[in-house]
């Protein structure tokens, strides 16, 4: 049974940062793509950055020079750094996983963590 259990969201002002966490099991980590999508009220929920089995990275425009994904195998996580946080980044971030590739298209990922809310104040 696969799961993906993300941490680390919460209320901050703008321009500060945090760090999301999704630890898997239940898979090979390392032969799988992980990216962070997230959801904002009344939006549709968008790739904001990913990690390919090979460590190749993608950054939505929206967030790039901002936000930071890295992975540990060793320890099945996933990251999101992100800094410089904007009231605009207030949305749930989920984490999902797919066999070694990162797609910008939410359909094809295959595991979905159950969200963390992260909220930015202006």
């Known amino acids: 049974q696969v799961q993906l259990v993300e941490s680390g969201g919460g209320l901050v002002q703008a321009g500060g940062s945090l760090r999301l966490s999704c630890t898997a099991s239940?898979?090979?980590?390392?032969?799988?793509?992980l990216g962070w999508f997230r959801q904002a009220p009344g939006k549709e929920r968008e790739l904001v950055a990913g990690?390919?089995?090979?460590?190749?990275?993608y950054y939505a425009d929206s967030v790039k020079g901002r936000f930071t994904i890295s992975r540990d195998n060793a320890k099945n996580t996933v990251n999101l750094q992100m800094n410089s946080l904007k009231p605009e980044d207030t949305a749930v971030f989920y984490c999902?996983?797919?066999?070694?590739?990162?797609?910008?298209?939410?359909?094809?990922?295959?595991?979905w963590g159950q969200g963390t809310q992260v909220t930015v104040s202006s």
């Open positions: 999902a996983a797919r066999v070694l590739v990162i797609v910008v298209a939410e359909q094809q990922y295959n595991y």
């Open positions: 990690i390919n089995s090979g460590g190749a990275t």
């Open positions: 239940g898979l090979t980590f390392s032969a799988y793509a």
